[in-house]
C-alpha cells in the first residue's frame, strides 16, 4: 500500500491567510473594478497595444510587481500567495497586462538566476519593464521539458535557432526568457529585446481576443554565454515557473468564474420568457447553482494552492488541484453563461463569449484540467 | 459563555481528549456499524451507540459548552470543538442521538424556556431521550409548509390526527420534534403551524417500520388518531411553526452552529475507496493502473479536499466578504451528492463480484459499499433533497427569484 490516510492527509494542506494577502485582495478589488469597466476592456480588445499603459504604470507603482521578490533586489518580500489575490481579481475584471508573465519572468531568475542575472533584472521588472516566457513550441506538448529549439556555442556566446509560440506580449518585453537546449540539456536563455529583429515576432491570432501572443523565431539570434541561467538548476527553474503559471492562472480563472457567473446571474433576474423571469426556471437555477458550487470549490483550492505554494509536494499538489478544478469550473460557468443568454449570448456583443474564449486560453497554457490531472494521479497514487 | 481559553489551556485539553479517546473509542465490535444515524437498524447496533453516547457524555467531551445547570460541562466552545476533533481522529462511532443533541438541542438552548431547557437536554446528551423529527409528510416530502397533520386544543391537550413519515428513528424515540397544523386560517400555508415538542409514547401514536432500499429497516412511518399530548409541549405560540422548523433546518443543514459537539455522518473513508481500486483487477493488473480509473479517482480525491477547504473557508471572515452564507448553505448539497457519486465509482471496481449484495460471503467488504451507495441516498433526499438545496442556494445566496 503506497499510503494510508494518515498520510495522504500530510500531502494535503490546509487552508490560511495572511493580513497581507486580504490587504492586497481588498486594494486589487477596487483597483481592478475601477481601472478595468468592461467597456473599457472591449475598447482594448481594438487597440494595437493590448493594454494600457497608464494602468501599468499604477501597478508598478503599487509594487505589485515587486510583491514576490527579496527586498534585496527591489522587491517587497512577501510571496506568491501574496500575489495570488491581485490576479484574481485581474482575471475577475479582464483587466489586461504583463502581470503575469513579468511575475513568472521573476520567479524563472530566482529559480535559475545567478548572482549578477538576478542584480540585473529583478529591479528593472519590479521597476517596471517587461519581462516574458518563450517555452511554447509548434508541436503543442505541455510537458516544458519537451524543448527543441536549440542553443549552439559560437565565438564568445550562443547562436539559437527554433520557433517559440505564444510569447505573451512579446513586442512590449525588454526581456524574453525562453527554453533551449544546449548539447542536449535543456537550459534558460535570457534574450534582451534588443537582439530580436522585428522581423522575428509575428502577433498571433489568440483565442482570448484581451491578449497579445506572439511567434518568435530564434534563427540566428545570438546571446552571450552570460545570458544562460544556470544548468543545474534548469529543472528546477522549469518547475517554477510551470506550478507559478498554474497558480496566477487558477486564480486569474477564479475571478473569471465569478464574473461570469454574476453576469449571468443579473440576466436571470431581469429577462422575461413566457411571462416569467427566467430565473425562476429550475432548469436555469439547478445549473447556474451548479456552477456557483464549482467556483467556490474552485476558489478554496486556489487559496489553498496560494497558502502552500512554497511548501515542498503539498504545493506542487494544491497547485495542480488549483489549476485543474479552475478550468472545469471557469468552462463550465462561461459555457452556461453562453446558452444562458440565448441568442444574444451567441453574438459578440455578449460578455459570456469574453469568458468562454479567456477559459480557453487558459485551459490551453500551462496544461489542462486533464494534464493536470493524470500528474496528480502520479503524485498521489 | 465562560471566558476565550488560552492556548496552553487548549492545548492541555486536547492531549486529555487524545489520551481518553485513544483509550476508549472502541474497536470493531464485530458487526457493522451504521455510517449514519439515519441507518441504525438492529438493536445490537442501537444499545451499542446508546452506550457509547452515554460514555462520551460521562467523560464530558458532549455538551462540554452547555450550561452546567442544564446537564453540560460549562466549557469555551473551544474546547467541544476540539473534543470532537479528538474524536473524528479516533475514529469513533457516530452519535446517535443525532436530531436530539444536533438540531432539537440547540433550538432549546436558542428559543426554549427554562422549564423546556431544564426537562430536555440532560437526557439528549445522555442518550436516555431520544429524539425524532416528524417534519415529512407521505403527501408532503420536501414541501414542508404544506404540512397536513392536524393539531387542535381541547383544554389542556391538543389532540393529533394524521401521519408523518421518514421519521429516523421514529420506533426508539422518547420525543419528537413535530411540525403541525393548528389552524387553516391565516394569510398563507405557513401561518397556520405550530411547533411542538411531543412525547411519542402516548395512546394513539403508533410507529410502523419500513423497510429501505438497502432491505434493512431505518425509519418508520407514524399515524397520529386521536392522540393527547400536554398543551405544554407546544413550543412559543400558536403559529410560530414554520420559523421554528426553518430554525431546525439550519442546523440540521449545517449553516448555523451551537452544537453539543459530537458528530452524526462518518465521512465515508476515501482512502478505503482508493485502495479497493488497488486492489480491484482489469485484464489482470490493478485497477488503479488504469488511467481512466486513476482519473476519475483524483477528481473525487479533489472534491474531497474542496469540501474539507470549504469547511475550514466558511469561517475566516476575509476569505467569504462576497457571498458570507455560500459555503455554510452549499455544505449538505455538496458533501451529500459527492459521498453518492464516489460510492457509485466504488461499485464499477469490483468486476462480476459487484453482483453480490450484503452477507454473501463472496461480497467485497460484505457488501459495504453497495449498501453505502444505496444509503446515500438518505442525505440526498432527507432534510431536504438536493434539488430543494439548490433552489435554496439559487435564491438566498444567488438572489434568484422564486418560483411561483
Same mark, same amino acid.
Given at each position: 500500500?503506497?499510503?494510508?490516510?494518515?498520510?495522504?492527509?500530510?500531502?494535503?494542506?490546509?487552508?490560511?491567510?495572511?493580513?497581507?494577502?486580504?490587504?492586497?485582495?481588498?486594494?486589487?478589488?477596487?483597483?481592478?473594478?475601477?481601472?478595468?469597466?468592461?467597456?473599457?476592456?472591449?475598447?482594448?480588445?481594438?487597440?494595437?497595444?493590448?493594454?494600457?499603459?497608464?494602468?501599468?504604470?499604477?501597478?508598478?507603482?503599487?509594487?505589485?510587481?515587486?510583491?514576490?521578490?527579496?527586498?534585496?533586489?527591489?522587491?517587497?518580500?512577501?510571496?506568491?500567495?501574496?500575489?495570488?489575490?491581485?490576479?484574481?481579481?485581474?482575471?475577475?475584471?479582464?483587466?489586461?497586462?504583463?502581470?503575469?508573465?513579468?511575475?513568472?519572468?521573476?520567479?524563472?531568475?530566482?529559480?535559475?538566476?545567478?548572482?549578477?542575472?538576478?542584480?540585473?533584472?529583478?529591479?528593472?521588472?519590479?521597476?517596471?519593464?517587461?519581462?516574458?516566457?518563450?517555452?511554447?513550441?509548434?508541436?503543442?506538448?505541455?510537458?516544458?521539458?519537451?524543448?527543441?529549439?536549440?542553443?549552439?556555442?559560437?565565438?564568445?556566446?550562443?547562436?539559437?535557432?527554433?520557433?517559440?509560440?505564444?510569447?505573451?506580449?512579446?513586442?512590449?518585453?525588454?526581456?524574453?526568457?525562453?527554453?533551449?537546449?544546449?548539447?542536449?540539456?535543456?537550459?534558460?536563455?535570457?534574450?534582451?529585446?534588443?537582439?530580436?529583429?522585428?522581423?522575428?515576432?509575428?502577433?498571433?491570432?489568440?483565442?482570448?481576443?484581451?491578449?497579445?501572443?506572439?511567434?518568435?523565431?530564434?534563427?540566428?539570434?545570438?546571446?552571450?554565454?552570460?545570458?544562460?541561467?544556470?544548468?543545474?538548476?534548469?529543472?528546477?527553474?522549469?518547475?517554477?515557473?510551470?506550478?507559478?503559471?498554474?497558480?496566477?492562472?487558477?486564480?486569474?480563472?477564479?475571478?473569471?468564474?465569478?464574473?461570469?457567473?454574476?453576469?449571468?446571474?443579473?440576466?436571470?433576474?431581469?429577462?422575461?420568457?413566457?411571462?416569467?423571469?427566467?430565473?425562476?426556471?429550475?432548469?436555469?437555477?439547478?445549473?447556474?447553482?451548479?456552477?456557483?458550487?464549482?467556483?467556490?470549490?474552485?476558489?478554496?483550492?486556489?487559496?489553498?494552492?496560494?497558502?502552500?505554494?512554497?511548501?515542498?509536494?503539498?504545493?506542487?499538489?494544491?497547485?495542480?488541484?488549483?489549476?485543474?478544478?479552475?478550468?472545469?469550473?471557469?468552462?463550465?460557468?462561461?459555457?452556461?453563461?453562453?446558452?444562458?443568454?440565448?441568442?444574444?449570448?451567441?453574438?459578440?456583443?455578449?460578455?459570456?463569449?469574453?469568458?468562454?474564449?479567456?477559459?480557453?486560453?487558459?485551459?490551453?497554457?500551462?496544461?489542462?484540467?486533464?494534464?493536470?490531472?493524470?500528474?496528480?494521479?502520479?503524485?498521489?497514487? | 459563555?465562560?471566558?476565550?481559553?488560552?492556548?496552553?489551556?487548549?492545548?492541555?485539553?486536547?492531549?486529555?481528549?487524545?489520551?481518553?479517546?485513544?483509550?476508549?473509542?472502541?474497536?470493531?465490535?464485530?458487526?457493522?456499524?451504521?455510517?449514519?444515524?439515519?441507518?441504525?437498524?438492529?438493536?445490537?447496533?442501537?444499545?451499542?451507540?446508546?452506550?457509547?453516547?452515554?460514555?462520551?457524555?460521562?467523560?464530558?467531551?458532549?455538551?462540554?459548552?452547555?450550561?452546567?445547570?442544564?446537564?453540560?460541562?460549562?466549557?469555551?466552545?473551544?474546547?467541544?470543538? +476540539?473534543?470532537?476533533?479528538?474524536? #473524528? /481522529?479516533?475514529?469513533?462511532?457516530? !452519535? =446517535? @442521538? &443525532?436530531?436530539? *443533541?444536533?438540531?432539537? $438541542?440547540?433550538?432549546?438552548?436558542? +428559543?426554549?424556556?427554562?422549564?423546556? #431547557? /431544564?426537562?430536555?437536554?440532560?437526557? !439528549? =446528551? @445522555? &442518550?436516555?431521550? *431520544?429524539?425524532?423529527? $416528524?417534519?415529512?409528510?407521505?403527501?408532503?416530502?420536501?414541501?414542508?409548509?404544506?404540512?397536513?397533520?392536524?393539531?387542535?386544543?381541547?383544554?389542556?391537550?391538543?389532540?393529533?390526527?394524521?401521519?408523518?413519515?421518514?421519521?429516523?428513528?421514529?420506533?426508539?424515540?422518547?420525543?419528537?420534534?413535530?411540525?403541525?397544523?393548528?389552524?387553516?386560517?391565516?394569510?398563507?400555508?405557513?401561518?397556520?403551524?405550530?411547533?411542538?415538542?411531543?412525547?411519542?409514547?402516548?395512546?394513539?401514536?403508533?410507529?410502523?417500520?419500513?423497510?429501505?432500499?438497502?432491505?434493512?429497516?431505518?425509519?418508520?412511518?407514524?399515524?397520529?388518531?386521536?392522540?393527547?399530548?400536554?398543551?405544554?409541549?407546544?413550543?412559543?405560540?400558536?403559529?410560530?411553526?414554520?420559523?421554528?422548523?426553518?430554525?431546525?433546518?439550519?442546523?440540521?443543514?449545517?449553516?448555523?452552529?451551537?452544537?453539543?459537539?459530537?458528530?452524526?455522518?462518518?465521512?465515508?473513508?476515501?482512502?478505503?475507496?482508493?485502495?479497493?481500486?488497488?486492489?480491484?483487477?482489469?485484464?489482470?493488473?490493478?485497477?488503479?493502473?488504469?488511467?481512466?480509473?486513476?482519473?476519475?479517482?483524483?477528481?473525487?480525491?479533489?472534491?474531497?479536499?474542496?469540501?474539507?477547504?470549504?469547511?475550514?473557508?466558511?469561517?475566516?471572515?476575509?476569505?467569504?466578504?462576497?457571498?458570507?452564507?455560500?459555503?455554510?448553505?452549499?455544505?449538505?448539497?455538496?458533501?451529500?451528492?459527492?459521498?453518492?457519486?464516489?460510492?457509485?465509482?466504488?461499485?464499477?471496481?469490483?468486476?462480476?463480484?459487484?453482483?453480490?449484495?450484503?452477507?454473501?460471503?463472496?461480497?467485497?467488504?460484505?457488501?459495504?459499499?453497495?449498501?453505502?451507495?444505496?444509503?446515500?441516498?438518505?442525505?440526498?433526499?432527507?432534510?431536504?433533497?438536493?434539488?430543494?438545496?439548490?433552489?435554496?442556494?439559487?435564491?438566498?445566496?444567488?438572489?434568484?427569484?422564486?418560483?411561483?
Amino acid at each position: 500500500m503506497a499510503f494510508s490516510e494518515g498520510n495522504l492527509a500530510d500531502h494535503l494542506g490546509a487552508l490560511s491567510y495572511s493580513e497581507e494577502q486580504i490587504e492586497l485582495m481588498d486594494v486589487a478589488t477596487n483597483f481592478c473594478r475601477d481601472r478595468s469597466p468592461i467597456d473599457k476592456v472591449r475598447k482594448l480588445i481594438e487597440d494595437e497595444h493590448g493594454y494600457d499603459p497608464a494602468v501599468w504604470q499604477e501597478i508598478v507603482d503599487l509594487g505589485w510587481l515587486g510583491i514576490a521578490v527579496p527586498e534585496a533586489q527591489g522587491g517587497v518580500g512577501l510571496s506568491m500567495a501574496e500575489v495570488a489575490p491581485i490576479a484574481e481579481q485581474m482575471g475577475r475584471r479582464l483587466l489586461a497586462t504583463p502581470f503575469a508573465t513579468c511575475t513568472i519572468a521573476a520567479q524563472a531568475l530566482l529559480a535559475a538566476g545567478d548572482e549578477a542575472q538576478c542584480a540585473e533584472w529583478l529591479p528593472r521588472i519590479v521597476a517596471g519593464e517587461v519581462a516574458t516566457l518563450a517555452l511554447t513550441e509548434p508541436h503543442g506538448d505541455w510537458d516544458l521539458g519537451h524543448v527543441e529549439a536549440t542553443a549552439k556555442a559560437s565565438g564568445d556566446g550562443y547562436v539559437l535557432s527554433g520557433t517559440k509560440q505564444f510569447v505573451v506580449y512579446a513586442q512590449h518585453a525588454a526581456l524574453v526568457i525562453a527554453s533551449v537546449t544546449v548539447e542536449g540539456a535543456v537550459r534558460l536563455a535570457l534574450i534582451e529585446r534588443s537582439a530580436i529583429p522585428d522581423s522575428a515576432l509575428r502577433r498571433e491570432i489568440i483565442i482570448d481576443e484581451t491578449k497579445r501572443s506572439y511567434e518568435l523565431t530564434l534563427d540566428g539570434i545570438t546571446i552571450p554565454a552570460s545570458a544562460l541561467l544556470d544548468a543545474g538548476r534548469s529543472g528546477t527553474a522549469l518547475t517554477q515557473i510551470e506550478l507559478a503559471s498554474a497558480l496566477l492562472q487558477a486564480a486569474e480563472m477564479c475571478g473569471g468564474t465569478q464574473s461570469a457567473i454574476d453576469y449571468t446571474i443579473e440576466y436571470l433576474k431581469t429577462r422575461k420568457q413566457f411571462g416569467k423571469l427566467i430565473g425562476e426556471y429550475q432548469a436555469l437555477k439547478h445549473p447556474i447553482t451548479n456552477a456557483y458550487v464549482g467556483y467556490e470549490k474552485a476558489r478554496s483550492h486556489m487559496l489553498s494552492a496560494a497558502h502552500n505554494f512554497g511548501q515542498q509536494g503539498v504545493g506542487e499538489i494544491a497547485v495542480r488541484m488549483a489549476k485543474a478544478s479552475a478550468d472545469k469550473a471557469y468552462s463550465f460557468a462561461a459555457d452556461r453563461a453562453v446558452q444562458f443568454h440565448g441568442g444574444f449570448g451567441f453574438t459578440h456583443d455578449c460578455d459570456a463569449g469574453l469568458y468562454r474564449r479567456s477559459a480557453i486560453w487558459h485551459a490551453s497554457q500551462y496544461g489542462d484540467a486533464a494534464w493536470h490531472r493524470a500528474k496528480l494521479a502520479d503524485l498521489l497514487f | 459563555m465562560s471566558s476565550r481559553p488560552t492556548p496552553a489551556e487548549l492545548a492541555d485539553y486536547e492531549a486529555q481528549a487524545d489520551a481518553w479517546f485513544r483509550e476508549n473509542t472502541p474497536k470493531d465490535p464485530g458487526f457493522m456499524l451504521p455510517l449514519t444515524f439515519m441507518e441504525v437498524s438492529t438493536d445490537q447496533q442501537f444499545d451499542f451507540l446508546c452506550a457509547w453516547q452515554r460514555k462520551v457524555y460521562e467523560a464530558g467531551y458532549l455538551g462540554a459548552s452547555w450550561p452546567v445547570e442544564y446537564g453540560g460541562g460549562g466549557l469555551h466552545p473551544d474546547f467541544q470543538r +476540539i473534543a470532537t476533533k479528538v474524536m #473524528k /481522529k479516533y475514529d469513533g462511532p457516530i !452519535m =446517535l @442521538n &443525532a436530531i436530539g *443533541i444536533g438540531w432539537a $438541542g440547540p433550538l432549546i438552548m436558542d +428559543i426554549g424556556s427554562e422549564e423546556e #431547557k /431544564k426537562k430536555y437536554i440532560k437526557g !439528549m =446528551l @445522555n &442518550a436516555e431521550d *431520544i429524539w425524532c423529527q $416528524g417534519f415529512s409528510e407521505p403527501e408532503n416530502g420536501s414541501d414542508l409548509g404544506n404540512a397536513q397533520l392536524k393539531a387542535v386544543r381541547d383544554g389542556d391537550e391538543y389532540v393529533l390526527n394524521g401521519s408523518k413519515i421518514w421519521t429516523s428513528l421514529g420506533d426508539r424515540a422518547k420525543y419528537m420534534i413535530l411540525l403541525a397544523r393548528t389552524s387553516n386560517e391565516g394569510p398563507n400555508k405557513y401561518a397556520g403551524l405550530s411547533f411542538f415538542l411531543s412525547p411519542m409514547h402516548a395512546p394513539g401514536i403508533e410507529t410502523r417500520r419500513i423497510k429501505k432500499l438497502t432491505g434493512e429497516y431505518g425509519f418508520v412511518q407514524c399515524f397520529f388518531t386521536d392522540a393527547r399530548i400536554p398543551a405544554e409541549c407546544l413550543m412559543g405560540n400558536e403559529g410560530d411553526g414554520w420559523q421554528i422548523a426553518m430554525k431546525t433546518l439550519e442546523y440540521e443543514r449545517g449553516a448555523k452552529v451551537n452544537l453539543a459537539g459530537g458528530y452524526f455522518l462518518k465521512e465515508l473513508d476515501a482512502m478505503g475507496v482508493v485502495e479497493l481500486a488497488r486492489q480491484s483487477q482489469r485484464g489482470g493488473k490493478p485497477l488503479l493502473d488504469d488511467p481512466v480509473m486513476k482519473d476519475r479517482m483524483v477528481d473525487f480525491m479533489m472534491d474531497i479536499q474542496a469540501l474539507n477547504l470549504n469547511n475550514q473557508r466558511r469561517r475566516m471572515g476575509p476569505l467569504v466578504q462576497d457571498r458570507p452564507m455560500g459555503l455554510a448553505l452549499m455544505n449538505k448539497l455538496a458533501r451529500t451528492e459527492m459521498i453518492r457519486e464516489l460510492t457509485e465509482f466504488s461499485l464499477s471496481f469490483q468486476g462480476t463480484r459487484g453482483g453480490y449484495y450484503v452477507d454473501d460471503p463472496c461480497a467485497v467488504d460484505n457488501g459495504y459499499w453497495h449498501r453505502s451507495y444505496l444509503n446515500s441516498f438518505s442525505a440526498t433526499i432527507g432534510g431536504g433533497t438536493s434539488e430543494i438545496q439548490r433552489n435554496i442556494i439559487a435564491e438566498h445566496v444567488l438572489g434568484l427569484p422564486k418560483g411561483r
